[in-house]
């Protein structure tokens, strides 16, 4: 078995252009040294009854041996604070929070403290073991704790804290639950016997959902809290739970009490990574590893289901144990890309152990762009990062209940996912769930994606390598350029090409990317849409980090997991987000097909219809026998139509002017419809009784000499190479591509 | 939270219906008739046992040759991987694991003509 994992890495930037450096951050904890090659990437998927692994080597400085060393990564997020002179010096003080704890008793947690592990002083709030609350303190070798005697609940607010009196040499710590009926009362205050002098460790962060192992403001962490905070405060006296309670309650306690500490809001620079203090003290801080912001507070009352609305009512911050958005590995390799290379699917090949019974070759993927405004071909090809992004080490099926019945068979398990079972420390995907249940929303490239490279698992990626292989196969010339491109630049990205491609699975989308297609395409350009489940959520991009999105699923959608209610909004911009049918902008509309569901028993093949003999698009169907079925042949379940599938549905937005080509909606039980497709329950909708689940090949002109091809299937792309590349599904798709390079208008 | 529970596939297998498992053998791969999709979709929602995990499918070389392993339920626990038990054809595979399977949720031996290798 090949192992692709004794060596992994991230290329960054994710994207460049030729002549622009990238640096490759490469660990390893097993091998000191591997060869590197630097290839092009023309099919991904080793699968010997496809077009097999296909890569090209390329005459590059920095191949030859590379020395390894192993970069650990530190998960978990939590804030903060830097040192200061005010809280190396408190005396009698109280700190507390609102908490919606997500593991309570799970493991020792940290809520806020200033504390050093390795030499175990200082003081902190958190869950013990069992998950009460606990204060402690300690110095010298000496410590004083208090617990609560019952556990938190889990998802359910309380209000915590601990007290510290010098004078009266008492500590207490105090719970008390906001909604205390029917069983979840865990109001309690304990006190118990503190030190009546103490001196607190020097140079030591106060840190909000985790502790600090030792000093500095760079310390690394431990003990992290898996749950939501809400308006921690720190205050210079011991105050009872009354007290308590109204310094937490007041979204902004007076910044002149002199005995007012810090009071973080973090309603404040939801986008960023900056926590703010309203106290006179000014102790701002910083997160890391991307947290989740923009959570609804203790306060939230339903009244607004976006932050930006009511921005009061967001003052939480949810924290994960598992948060993970920056490797933060040194650069092993640095390369100026050759001005001369073409755009492309790129990847840098690691190998070692050549020769044993389990060599390694691993590959680190990056994407060179078309530099924009300089387009070498008329045709481009979307590289879809915002989706490879999405799906980024994805352990959906590792992880989720119905992974097996959904994929009708037997979990395939690669070396990846074997990998990814047990390091969780790369991070997850939108598509999984943290380890306290809540779902994954944000992704980023600054770390190893086993799923976004070649031998990964070929879901996306290795499914759109299908196409470039074809357009190889073909000859034919084409640019790369990426979502984030699109993103960035809008249309100036797709104006220059008289078609774009889109590959088998467009499904992440921001506002902008929408925006840019919709102008290409009434400004005359050709898309095709070669995919399914395209134009599916709405992300964001974060506002300055590259290569970093955000994603809400919400109460609609095929969704792996339920966003909160109230949480529905991104953080990163304000935007709604969820589906953009939820968001009035159903993919039928830019596409004339959208998202209705998914089959994975068989693929099936599309049966022409009467709009595929108009002589209008005689062009279309030229050297096809429209009496014989439309790939009835294919890698992904032996047909050109499955996996997951789009119908025209002019309820939705599909054009008057749209043409109905081919549709397979004989799909039998498999053919699963989408969740928001059921208006009722009822029985009988399935494929084999539901004609609504299907997969539709349409075609329609757009203003000024545009137009639009659709296939609303996932496995298109993987029939092209059949039989030799000699088949319906590549003479239409070439048909279709020759016809909208040709700048006569249609 | 919207929870997917392990324990919400409780159609009841009948052991007396060999019928259905001369089905499977017959086409592992279906299309399959209504009672067998319902036993599929116990056996594959939560068929294997908490404590040894679910059987999956390791790929020893793509398109090619897969190991029977086992994927336990808790993130970070290694998977099992069964050297010894190595298939050709994901078919043949997905058989050995309905018989396993089949034995352990109706606690009856298949008669000896199952367990022949396939037809």
Not at chain 1, 330 to 354: D, E, K, M, N, V
Request: net charge negative; charged share 20%; hydrophobic share 40%.
């Amino acid at each position: 078995m090949t192992d692709t994992t004794a060596v992994l890495g991230y290329a960054w930037p994710l994207i460049v252009s030729p002549g622009e450096p990238i640096a490759f951050h490469l660990s390893s904890k097993t091998l000191d040294g591997a060869e590197a090659t630097l290839v092009r990437v023309r099919c991904a998927d080793p699968d010997p009854n496809g077009p097999g692994l296909k890569l090209t080597e390329l005459d590059c400085a920095i191949n030859g041996p590379v020395a390894l060393a192993n970069q650990p990564i530190y998960p978990g997020s939590c804030a903060i604070i830097p040192d200061s002179p005010t809280l190396a010096k408190l005396g009698a003080f109280t700190v507390g929070a609102f908490l919606w704890p997500t593991l309570p008793g799970a493991r020792p947690q940290t809520i806020l403290s200033r504390w050093r592990e390795d030499i175990k002083a200082g003081w902190r709030l958190g869950l013990d073991a069992d998950g009460c609350l606990e204060f402690v303190l300690a110095a010298k070798g000496q410590s004083w704790r208090v617990a609560s005697r019952l556990p938190l609940l889990t998802r359910e607010w309380v209000l915590a804290g601990g007290a510290y009196d010098p004078a009266t040499g008492r500590i207490s710590v105090m719970v008390r639950s906001l909604d205390p009926q029917a069983g979840r009362d865990r109001s309690v205050v304990v006190e118990g016997e503190g030190p009546t002098s103490l001196s607190w460790p020097m140079d030591t962060p106060l840190v909000i959902a985790a502790r600090a192992k030792d000093a500095g403001d760079a310390a690394l962490c431990e003990a992290f809290y898996d749950g939501k905070i809400d308006r921690p405060r720190v205050y210079a006296a011991a105050l009872s739970i009354d007290g308590l309670h109204r310094l937490c309650e007041a979204a902004t306690p007076a910044a002149a009490d002199p005995l007012l500490i810090a009071a973080w809001d973090f309603s404040q620079d939801i986008p960023t990574d900056q926590v703010r203090d309203l106290s006179a003290h000014r102790l701002h801080g910083v997160l890391r590893q991307m947290p989740t912001r923009a959570m609804t507070g203790v306060n939230w009352n339903g009244s607004s289901e976006r932050w930006t609305e009511a921005p009061s009512q967001y003052g939480a911050i949810h924290f994960h144990s598992d948060d993970m958005a920056d490797a933060g590995w040194a650069p092993t390799l640095h390369l100026t890309t050759p001005s001369a290379w073409r755009s492309g699917f790129y990847a840098l090949r690691l190998r070692a152990r050549q020769g044993n019974a389990d060599p390694v070759e691993s590959f680190v993927a990056f994407f060179v762009r078309a530099e924009l405004g300089k387009p070498q071909s008329r045709l481009a090809f979307v590289a879809s990062t915002g989706t490879f992004l999405a799906y980024a080490n994805s352990a959906l099926r590792l992880d989720q209940v119905h992974a097996e019945a959904m994929l009708e068979g037997l979990l395939t398990l690669s070396h990846d996912d074997l990998y990814l079972q047990e390091h969780r420390e790369l991070g997850l995907s939108t598509y999984d769930t943290h380890n306290d249940g809540s779902g994954w929303s944000i992704s980023t490239a600054r770390r190893p994606i086993l799923n976004t490279r070649p031998r990964g698992n070929v879901f996306n990626y290795g499914n759109d390598t299908h196409l470039l292989d074809w357009l190889e196969e073909l000859g034919q010339s084409y640019d790369i350029i990426t979502d984030d491109d699109i993103h960035r630049h809008g249309v100036q990205t797709l104006a220059p090409y008289a078609c774009v491609i889109t590959g088998s699975h467009p499904e992440y989308i921001s506002r902008e990317i929408w925006d840019a297609f919709d102008a290409y395409q009434q400004g005359g350009g050709r898309h095709m849409y070669l995919g399914g489940n395209g134009f599916y959520w709405r992300i964001a991009y974060h506002p300055t980090l590259p290569h970093t999105i955000e994603m809400r699923r919400g109460m609609s959608g095929l969704r792996t997991w339920e966003g909160e209610a109230g949480e529905t909004a991104l953080a990163f911009t304000g935007e709604p987000s969820c589906t953009w049918r939820s968001n009035g902008r159903p993919p039928q509309r830019l596409l004339g097909v959208g998202f209705d569901g998914q089959v994975f028993t068989e693929s099936s093949f599309y049966r022409w219809l009467d709009g595929a003999r108009d002589p209008s698009v005689a062009w279309l169907t030229e050297g096809v026998d429209l009496d014989a079925p439309l790939g009835d042949f294919g890698l992904r379940g032996n047909g050109a139509a499955g996996i997951e599938i789009d119908r025209v549905e002019p309820t939705l937005g599909s054009p008057p002017g749209l043409v109905w080509l081919a549709t397979a909606d004989r799909l039998g039980y498999g053919g699963t419809p989408t969740p928001e497709e059921l208006r009722t329950l009822h029985r009988g909708i399935m494929g084999d009784q539901n004609a609504q689940v299907r997969a539709d090949l349409a075609f329609f002109p757009t203003a000024n000499g545009g137009a639009v091809f659709s296939t609303g299937s996932i496995a298109w792309v993987c029939a092209l190479s059949h039989a030799g590349y000699r088949n319906n599904v590549s003479q239409v798709t070439g048909n279709v591509l020759r016809r909208f390079l040709d700048s006569t208008p249609l | 939270m919207l929870v997917n529970y392990t324990a919400a596939a409780h159609w009841p297998i009948d052991a007396s219906r060999l019928d259905l498992v001369e089905e499977f053998r017959r086409k592992p791969r279906g299309p399959h008739g209504d009672e067998l999709q319902k036993l599929l979709h116990r056996m594959r929602w939560s068929g294997d046992s908490e404590a040894s995990g679910r059987y999956v499918l390791v790929v020893k070389e793509p398109g090619r040759r897969w190991a029977l392993g086992r994927l336990p339920r808790m993130r970070g626990k290694p998977i099992e991987i069964l050297s010894n038990q190595v298939f050709t054809s994901i078919a043949e595979a997905e058989w050995e694991v309905f018989k396993r399977r089949w034995e352990a949720l109706t606690g009856t031996s298949l008669p000896p003509s199952f367990k022949e290798p396939m037809a």
